[in-house]
């Protein structure tokens, strides 16, 4: 006897024809509702199962089905209960839309330093199994889109990124071993806001409740991070975004060498003409007048920046550590040294 279609409004089957959807409507129902699971951290059931046009009945079955296919589906039960895909000891297959396999496929071809070669492996799967109609699309971006590596850049452990990134998604309270600069060692527990890239490098944004206050991590030196299935209220940044808010905690750092120019221009003036991401803040004085404070750990980087500063054909004052006034003053002999290429043997 052949099943009755469900009525198309609530998902039920007709009086007597039981709950068992046909063979041919259970793989794209299956598709979708994994679909759902990984679009979300967690689904209640009944809006889950209304999105599906379904009973809860049904998506307890689809539910299992799932299971037995080894995708780590968790449920809990009463009034707020729900599903959620975990993490499990084999990554299932991922559903993509033709955008996000697109997106994927473009951010692996041009992978950020130390997940390079793992992202390379990455694309290969990705594109082996890229539908047709999509290969052009990626292709003319793939031609015309390149990213060009920092110097400085220091790698990143792709299981600390995947972590930090789905502590961030989640709200999710994570601890970590962590090295500041100084190279001591010690345990954070903060809530994790944005990971953003920046020269190369990783840094994550987060609030720190032990310390009452925001904090920057570079990904380099964090160790062992894992989440604490522990949520937390997402608190507001002291900024527009995360960009600017490690731009402005990056800008009101002190590191071993430093220096500070006057310059006899506007701020705007000199934020247009100088074309590199000056490691401090330009601050404003007055309509013609300004400061440029600058401080790294790199003495090369703060004489080049200060220099680029002074370089401006301005009238400037400089108050900096001895070492950098030293290395100015030897630039500034040189400079003076110096003659027309054609005269030189």
């Given amino acids: 006897m052949s099943e009755r279609a469900p009525d198309c409004a609530t998902g039920r089957r007709p009086p007597g024809t039981g709950e068992r959807a046909p063979r041919s409507e259970l793989p794209g129902r299956m598709l979708r509702l994994l679909s759902l699971l990984q679009g979300r951290r967690e689904w209640p059931g009944r809006e889950l199962a209304a999105r599906l046009g379904v009973t809860e009945r049904t998506l307890r079955r689809d539910i ?46 041009t992978a950020v330093p130390g997940i390079d070669e793992v992202g390379a492996r990455a694309l290969a799967k990705l594109t082996q199994v890229l539908p047709a109609r999509l290969r052009p699309q990626l292709a003319r971006l793939a031609d015309t889109v390149a990213a ?25 309270i994570v601890t970590f071993d962590y090295r500041g600069r100084s190279g001591a060692p010690g345990r954070r527990r903060v809530e994790p806001h944005h990971l953003v890239t920046l ?3 990783w840094y994550l ?71 590199l991401s000056v490691p401090g803040q330009v601050t404003e004085l007055g309509p013609d007048r300004c400061t440029v404070s600058m401080s790294a750990d790199s003495l090369d980087l703060v004489v080049q920046y200060a220099a680029t500063v002074v ?12 070492e950098i ?20 043997d």
């Fill in 311 to 322: 370089s401006l054909g301005a009238a400037t004052g400089l108050d900096a550590d001895p």
């Fill in 205 to 275: 944004v987060a609030y720190d409740p032990e310390r009452a206050g925001w904090r920057t991590f570079r990904l380099d030196r964090v160790d062992a991070p894992r989440g604490t299935r522990h949520r937390f209220a997402r608190r507001t940044l002291p900024a527009p975004d995360a960009a600017s808010y490690l731009a402005r905690s990056f800008a009101g750092a002190r590191y071993r060498y430093s220096a500070r120019v006057a310059v006899a221009l506007p701020a705007d003036a000199v934020r247009s003409r100088v074309y």
């Fill in 148 to 172: 060009v590596p920092h110097r400085q850049s220091t790698g990143t452990d792709p299981d600390v990124l995947a972590t930090l990134a789905a502590a961030c998604r989640d709200t999710e």
């Fill in 199 to 201: 020269r190369g490098n």
């Fill in 64 to 109: 299992s089905r799932l299971r037995e296919l080894d995708y780590p589906v968790a449920g809990s039960t009463g009034t707020a209960g729900g599903y959620r895909l975990e993490p499990g000891p084999a990554l299932p297959p991922l559903l993509l839309d033709d955008d996000e396999a697109v997106a994927i496929a473009l951010a692996l071809s």
């Fill in 325 to 344: 006034l030293d290395r100015l003053r030897a630039l500034g002999a040189d400079l003076g040294t110096l003659v027309p290429e054609s005269t030189v």
